[in-house]
């Protein structure tokens, strides 16, 4: 009866040697096919031997090729890329609404309902003259809100900036941002007052009022050391950049106290004035 056979695996050229104690039955490696050559059969044989194999043809482990064995190089985590992405504001408020579009939707509701109640195209025609009185008014006072309203600016706020704000931010800082992300009716522009006392318009070392810059959005962000910043962006294609920077100081003052202010020129012909808050985590 034939000897069991045992496969020898060598994994330096991914070869098989099938072979019992004795004697070398078949070899398929792409190096060694000179042993399968009919010269070869004259040599003699050390495989003829009675004695065990010698240890350097002993089956060697299996190697794992190294492209297997090392593990794939981690990914970035993205803890470490948290801190610069951008939150969305999710919080619901009344000064969010507009009113005027309250006004006006109601207003015209009334209004078509009851016309078409009162004319019997509609039921309700007991109701029609409540709703034709109710209609007016809401429609004038919605029209009116809508004509003086005034849209919240852009808000663009960084996780990281997001929690240092109720901690670290000025109670002045926090105001200016309720304010301009928010509707405003009667006011011409954002922060009209504060442009006003710092521009001083219509005086002799002030600008002409139709100058004036008009803010285009916010920025909540962390500065280089850490400190959290309130950046704003305003839009004046009448002014340079040195007719800010001449009033830095003002603007640290009116913001202030607790603040230091910086000015910059962004994008889009935009500048900035960057309120720093002197409060350090």
Known sequence: MPM?????????????????????LSLHHPYQSSLLRPHARSRPSIFHSQSPLPRSLKPLPLLTRAAESTPPPSAASPSSLSDKTIVTD?????????????GLGLGI?????????????????????IMLTYGF??????MALKYAELKPVPCLTYSDA???RETYATPILKQVRNDVIRYRYGDE??????????????????????SAPSLQMIREEVTED????????FEAKALQLSDFEQRQA?????????ITAEVAKGENDLYEVRLISNSTP
């Open 189 to 210: 522009q954002h922060l009209e007052e504060a442009l006003k006392r710092i521009f001083q318009y219509g005086l002799g070392s002030g600008i002409p009022r139709r």
């Open 226 to 233: 850490g400190k959290y910043c309130l950046v704003l962006a």
């Open 137 to 142: 008014p809401l429609t004038i006072i919605g």
């Open 109 to 129: 509701t009334l209004l078509s309902y009851g016309f078409g109640a009162y004319f019997n195209i509609l039921p309700g025609t007991e109701w029609s003259a």
């Open 90 to 102: 999710e919080e619901f408020s009344l000064a969010k609404v507009s009113f005027g579009v309250i």
């Open 4 to 24: 069991p056979m045992r496969a020898l695996s060598t994994a330096a050229a991914g070869g098989t040697i099938l072979c019992n104690h004795r004697h070398l």
């Open 162 to 164: 997001q929690k240092l």
């Open 250 to 258: 003002k603007f640290a003052s009116f913001f202030g106290p607790g």
